[in-house]
């Protein structure tokens, strides 16, 4: 019999979801997203559960983000129609998350990328340990910051989120507090203390008597020339004021973004400075619904996963090659509505949340 690819359980006041994929690093299937839909909704109007607990099986990660070689099939020999329908269901995931009516206690333990932060991230409660690695690697494979990933490093203190966002960059759990995408830390052992604590406990007291103090913040250090480089909107002349600057911490970031998709490096900063005024996440997860697609349609998303998971070869063909051949016009174009033709296309309409 194969093992439940999300394993359910009520203990006490508890209802714990276990992301049960540990081989692949607990990334989300469709199905998945479903399940976990489905025990939240039932656990909402449940009088004996209290909190809501999610973690990922094994020690390596809690969730490494969403099946990409699932969406790389259907964006190569499908119709598009299977990964619209997995984003449409991820980001209402996300969104149900944020605006839950009772404490959900996030176990960010291990790797955390892409749609595990989207499951992470908007929890009430977000717990970090020294083995977590955050970060939105999306502009590595032709992609964007989706799962409400723009939201989230739009509003890090100064241009910390720009600065992860382009560079595909993750940071660990005194930075991930820092950047306002945790809350708490806890010595990885434990863990399941405070699970069990849960089973009794309220969320608030259980996580204040076993966490602990934050540990460093190194990226925050680097703030001072992060927010000096990446301040405005054209992804030139960020690449410009990095090489300018004398740390060589500013001269690695200009060469990981110059590594990655064009598309995606001046979609993304579009994309997170329209959020930066948006008034609510939910407005954020349907301007990424709109991107998500478009990108599925760009030969970059299907070329990124390809040479970055598939062959493992890490060396892409963008197209464009380079920002500098990049159309300006072309990021801010990719959110705009959808057209009936994509519509038509995709069997889906615009993103709301349901």
Request: aromatic content about 4%; hydrophobic content about 50%.
């Amino acid at each position: 019999m194969s093992e439940p690819e999300l394993i359910v359980e009520r203990r006490g006041a508890l209802g714990l979801l276990t992301l049960n994929r540990p081989r692949a690093l607990n990334a989300l299937t469709h199905g998945m997203v479903l399940e976990i839909r489905a025990a939240l909704d039932a656990w909402a109007v449940d009088g004996a559960v209290r909190t809501v607990a999610i973690r990922g099986a094994g020690d390596r990660a809690f969730c490494a983000g969403g099946d990409i070689v699932g969406l790389h099939r259907d964006a190569t020999s499908g119709d598009g129609r299977a990964a619209a329908v997995f984003w449409r269901d991820e980001y209402r995931l996300n969104a149900a998350i944020a605006r839950y009516p009772k404490p959900i206690v996030a176990l960010m333990h291990g790797i955390v990328l892409g749609g595990g932060v989207g499951l992470s991230a908007h929890a009430s409660h977000r717990v970090v340990t020294d083995s977590t690695r955050i970060g939105m690697p999306e502009t590595g494979i032709g992609f964007i910051p989706d799962v409400g990933g723009t939201w989230l490093l739009s509003r890090a203190p100064g241009e910390l989120g720009t600065h992860l966002a382009l560079t595909a960059g993750s940071v660990g759990a005194g930075d991930a507090l820092a950047l306002g995408l945790a809350d708490a830390f806890l010595e990885a052992e434990r863990l399941d203390a405070l699970v069990s604590a849960l089973e009794s406990e309220r969320a608030d007291s259980a996580i204040a008597r076993l966490s602990g103090p934050a540990p460093s913040a190194p990226l925050l250090a680097e703030q001072h020339w992060i927010d000096a480089a990446y301040v405005g909107d054209d992804p030139l002349a960020v690449l410009a004021r990095l090489d300018a600057a004398p740390e060589p911490a500013a001269h690695e970031a200009a060469a990981s973004i110059r590594a990655k998709s064009p598309t995606s490096v001046g979609v993304t900063l579009a994309a997170l400075r329209a959020a930066r005024g948006m008034p609510d996440l939910e407005h954020a997860l349907a301007a990424e619904f709109r991107l998500a697609l478009r990108a599925l349609l760009s030969p970059d998303f299907a070329e990124g996963v390809r040479a970055q998971v598939i062959d493992k070869d890490r060396a892409p063909h963008w197209s464009p090659p380079t920002l500098q051949s990049l159309d300006p016009a072309a990021a801010h174009a990719a959110a705009a509505p959808l057209t009936p033709a994509e519509r038509e296309r995709f069997a889906v309409d615009e993103w709301t949340a349901a």
